[in-house]
């Protein structure tokens, strides 16, 4: 079955550090890979997708790229900022639709000014 | 409204119990998923709705699970003989369509089982 490994967290950084939030993920075919974001207090909010092998998806200063080689979908951000704190889920959907998505356990981020 | 609503926002029931857990979508949007989220865990999948029916319910862990959306809108989570285990907070998401279309989700119904 489809299954998503993201690093656990409580990761911790200073403003202005550079993010990595390591994902892998086991599918058949060819997946749909996401990047989620919980900010406290709210709800789930899609952040980024790739729908094929080498896309980039991006937005608001994130970037993943679908890498089917390594099945790998890191999360990265150059600068982070404190807005930035929130929990983070790499997820999947074989079905290239958001009909049943395959999430990780979320990885929580801490940006300390 | 604005976003998906979910209703209850907390619910503490006895086990054993049976509860109902509502979730308005956006207006419009046909499809409609809930996700069960344990703690320290992802959100899993439970049940999808496109319209009145249900696509895909392989996510629903048992049979005393149930959900309907009978009106093609408004739809409703039911649990019966609730077990502690059951103890989760729900999802609830739409989108316009299910293929390719953001499902929004709602801020969740965090239920708890005594």
């Known amino acids: 079955g489809n299954s998503v490994t993201q690093m656990e967290g409580p990761v911790t950084l200073s403003e202005e550090a550079f993010l990595t939030i390591n994902c892998t993920y086991t599918?058949?075919?060819?997946?749909?890979l996401f990047w989620y974001v919980q900010y406290p207090g709210e709800g789930l909010q899609l952040l980024l997708k790739?729908?094929?092998?080498?896309d980039k998806g991006s937005n608001k200063g994130f970037e993943a790229t679908y890498r089917k080689e390594t099945t790998s979908f890191h999360l990265e951000k150059g600068s982070v900022q404190v807005s930035d704190s929130a929990v983070y889920f790499c997820?999947?959907?074989?079905?290239?639709?958001?009909?049943?998505?395959?999430f990780g356990i979320g990885t929580k981020l801490q940006v300390i000014p | 409204g604005a976003g998906v609503s979910q209703t209850p926002s907390n619910k503490v029931t006895e086990k054993g119990k049976y509860v109902e857990l509502r979730c308005d979508p956006i207006?419009?949007?046909?499809?409609l998923y809930w996700y069960r989220q344990s703690l320290g865990q992802g959100p899993e999948f439970l049940i999808y709705f496109q319209g009145t029916g249900a696509a895909d319910d392989s996510g629903l862990p048992n049979d005393r699970f149930f959900a309907v959306r009978p009106e093609g809108s408004v739809s409703t989570l039911k649990i019966q003989r609730t077990e502690r285990g059951d103890s989760a907070v729900y999802l609830c998401?739409?989108?316009?369509?299910?293929?390719?279309?953001?499902?929004?989700f709602g801020q969740g119904t965090r239920l708890t089982v005594v």
């Open positions: 207006s419009g949007h046909t499809a």
């Open positions: 790739a729908t094929k092998a080498d």
């Open positions: 599918a058949t075919g060819y997946p749909s």
């Open positions: 998401a739409s989108s316009l369509t299910p293929e390719g279309a953001e499902a929004f």
């Open positions: 997820a999947l959907s074989d079905s290239g639709g958001y009909q049943k998505v395959t």
